[in-house]
């Protein structure tokens, strides 16, 4: 009897799931996309309803010759793509090439490679979702005629080799408008007047209480003056608990991950760049060797927008909490979560295909970045069917005169999921509504009087808004509704290497290219670069998936606007010229200042004497340490091979490197720090300098 062909993307995949399916099926790989529009052309034809013009990917073609035949000896094929509007075009692609019939039950989807999830798949194959397909394909068309018709534009205009996109124009706006902002911010000086106090006849209880007002009414210290007359007021006046306020606060766990926040809390926690996230994440979907099991997948498909959970996880979740940690710990009641107003019903949360399958039990198994991911993953999923934390939460108002001065405290009576997992928090972000300080305040009494040990007034200004990081961007392009899951590692790898934004100190900042363009397509194509509109379109997308819109009807919608658009930007824009963007670095040739260039590989220094003098030289990324022969910056840079390592930004005439990324130098010895085995460990022989990474570590455990 012939054997049944399954295709999937990767060769690792198919490794995972023949193990699953036994002799009578053959697993092959497509390697992704097998077709494509043709990169030498728009290939959509705009005349006849933006009819695709579909070729084969240059690479391909031996891989489509191959399925082809196995096809033909194969008794059935089904088409085991990713369950998403991407794997289901690939599939349809497939099905062209194949001469295989899209209405015919070739389509076999799981969200998860294990035995059971595989096995019940196969039992119950579909024809092709042509929603989805529609879905993909005017995606694909309208990043096409957005990238075709704009980009070369912005050649004639600006320079050449540049490139505009549908979603990524909107990102580097985002990062653009962030800067202006901070350009703008106009910092304000206010102060704050703290008072150390203790109780009388326990004077080693020291606590702080903030001021807050005066008679009854909240003041703001905006200057030194206002607060040394607080400070001359409350002076000799003897401090008084006027009243307490005991409060019982529940605090709830994080959902499990959807693909955004399992990308921001890994940028928090771990230091995973998107790219790095995505890549580890889905090694764990497609299936690990597990010493004693073999190939397994880990964790559930990684691109979703949904905290759904399905009830076989949640029963075992829950059997898993009671074993581990008592009945105390398990959630009252099962948290079965619920699917994004723009995700797939069919899609869960990101959780391991087990509980039971832990992360230390496995470590030998994994690399380190895939061990670290596994154990946020599992960590975060277990916690978030735990018991919700219980805190204690005291509020004493303290007078002193007519003044109001405040102290706050908290207590951990039961301490539920934080046992395990606390979630991170990025930069400035405030806690939970009424979250209460840290810290647990000395038993008090109303009425009771109170030594005052200091008052200590303190200077501030306010702050502008932070640059985005990776995790910050991500958020604010979830949030906003622009992209999806799977678009946001390629957004940020683009606006990279085309030179329009660059990171410093792990934040981006856009360049004068990034802000030339910006500013152009702002004015010239509001709508391409508008939140609210990219917004608007990915809801379109949506209506096309759920069967609501005909795609060609969106895309024809778009391209309306947008030719009358470019017509108009044709005849109105001249030509635009990019400050040259100076650096401190010097021509080791001629001794001119090096300014920054973009070529077809991106970013460079070129000497500012060209073309008298045409000394070039890799723009590196500074890191946080300092070289520990020179004292140095230390900066990443490529090998000829393409491998990076991180090297002194003084060579030749100091050639220390690192292949390892450092993050910062040893107070003992001034060497290199690089992250190790979840610490920072020094890289100087005889050394033995360790510091835990405190915040990858879960609460609760030492």
């Not at 010493?291 to 829950?318: H, M, P, W």
């Not at 939970?432 to 109170?450: D, I, N, R, T």
Request: some cysteine.
């Amino acid at each position: 009897m012939k054997p049944n062909l399954v295709i999937v993307e990767s060769p690792a995949k198919a490794k995972t799931i023949e193990k699953f399916l036994g002799p009578g099926y053959r697993v092959a790989a497509s390697m992704g996309h097998v077709r494509d529009l043709p990169k030498s052309e728009l290939g959509v034809d705009i005349e006849h309803g933006f009819a695709p013009r579909y070729i084969t990917i240059r690479g391909r073609g031996s891989v489509v010759q191959k399925l082809k035949a196995e096809a033909q000896k194969a008794e059935h094929v089904f088409l085991a793509t990713d369950p998403d509007r991407e794997g289901e075009a690939i599939s349809w692609h497939l099905c062209q090439l194949l001469n295989l019939s899209p209405d015919e039950p070739v389509r076999v989807t799981f969200n998860e490679i294990t035995r059971d999830a595989v096995r019940h798949a196969f039992a119950s194959p579909r024809p092709i979702d042509p929603h989805l397909v529609d879905a993909q394909q005017a995606r694909r068309v309208l990043d096409r005629l957005v990238g075709y018709k704009l980009s070369p534009l912005l050649w004639r205009k600006v320079r050449r080799g540049l490139s505009a996109g549908r979603v990524q124009s909107v990102a580097v706006r985002l990062i653009c408008d962030r800067e202006e902002e901070i350009a703008r911010f106009q910092p304000r000086e206010y102060w704050t007047l703290t008072a150390r106090l203790s109780p009388v006849g326990a004077e080693e209880a020291v606590f702080p209480a903030r001021y807050h007002g005066q008679q009854g009414r909240k003041v703001s210290l905006e200057n030194e003056a206002q607060a040394r007359a607080v400070m001359a007021a409350v002076a000799g006046q003897p401090f008084r608990v006027a009243g307490i306020q005991r409060k019982e606060r529940r605090r709830n766990p994080a959902p499990p991950f959807t693909t955004s926040t399992l990308q921001q809390e890994a940028a928090r926690k771990l230091g995973f760049g998107v790219s790095r996230t995505m890549r580890v994440a889905q090694e764990l979907y497609e299936g690990m060797t597990i010493k004693g099991e073999g190939a397994v997948g880990l964790v559930t498909y990684i691109r979703t927008d949904s905290t759904r959970v399905s009830a076989q996880a949640l029963e075992e979740a829950a059997q898993y909490i009671r074993s581990r940690y008592g009945g105390d710990f398990a959630h009252a009641r099962a948290t079965a979560g619920r699917a994004a107003a723009h995700a797939q019903e069919a899609h869960e949360a990101i959780r391991p295909t087990s509980v039971w399958r832990e992360p230390d039990a496995i470590r030998d198994s994994l690399t380190q970045d895939q061990y670290r991911l596994y154990r946020l993953i599992w960590e975060r999923f277990l916690a978030s069917q735990m018991a919700s934390a219980v805190l204690d939460t005291v509020t004493a108002e303290i007078v002193a005169g007519e003044h109001l001065f405040r102290a706050s405290g908290s207590s951990v009576r039961f301490p539920g999921f934080m046992v395990l997992y606390i979630e991170g928090r990025d930069e400035g972000e405030e806690g939970e509504e009424g979250e209460a300080e840290e810290g647990s305040l000395p038993p008090l009494a109303e009425g009771q009087e109170l030594r005052l040990v200091a008052l200590e007034p303190q200077q501030h200004f306010t702050q502008p808004p932070p640059r985005y990081t990776e995790a910050m961007l991500v958020r604010a392009l979830e949030e906003k509704g622009i992209g999806r899951p799977s678009t946001y590692a390629p957004i940020i790898a683009t606006i990279q290497e085309r030179g329009y934004v660059e990171k410093e100190n792990r934040r981006f900042k856009p360049t004068e290219l990034g802000k030339v363009v910006t500013a152009l397509l702002k004015e010239h194509f509001p709508e391409i670069v508008s939140v609210e509109f990219t917004a608007e379109m990915e809801k379109r997308l949506d209506e096309i998936e759920e069967g609501r819109s005909r795609w060609q009807r969106v895309v024809g919608d778009f391209w309306e606007s947008f030719s009358a658009t470019l017509t108009r930007a044709e005849a109105s824009i001249g030509r635009v010229r990019v400050p040259q963007e100076e650096t401190d670095e010097v021509c080791e040739a001629c001794g001119r200042k090096m300014v920054v260039k973009v070529g077809r590989f991106g970013r460079f220094l070129s000497c500012s004497g060209y073309p008298e003098c045409r000394q070039t030289r890799p723009l590196a990324e500074k890191v946080e340490a300092v070289c520990p022969r020179c004292g140095s910056a230390l900066a990443e840079r490529r090998s000829r091979k393409g491998r990076r390592f991180y090297g002194c930004t003084a060579y030749p005439a100091c050639d220390y490197v690192s292949w390892s990324r450092p993050v910062g130098n040893c107070p003992h010895c001034g060497g290199v720090l690089v992250e190790k085995r979840g610490a920072r460990r020094c890289t100087t022989e005889g050394c033995g300098f360790a510091e835990a990474l405190a915040e990858q570590l879960p609460a609760g455990r030492s």
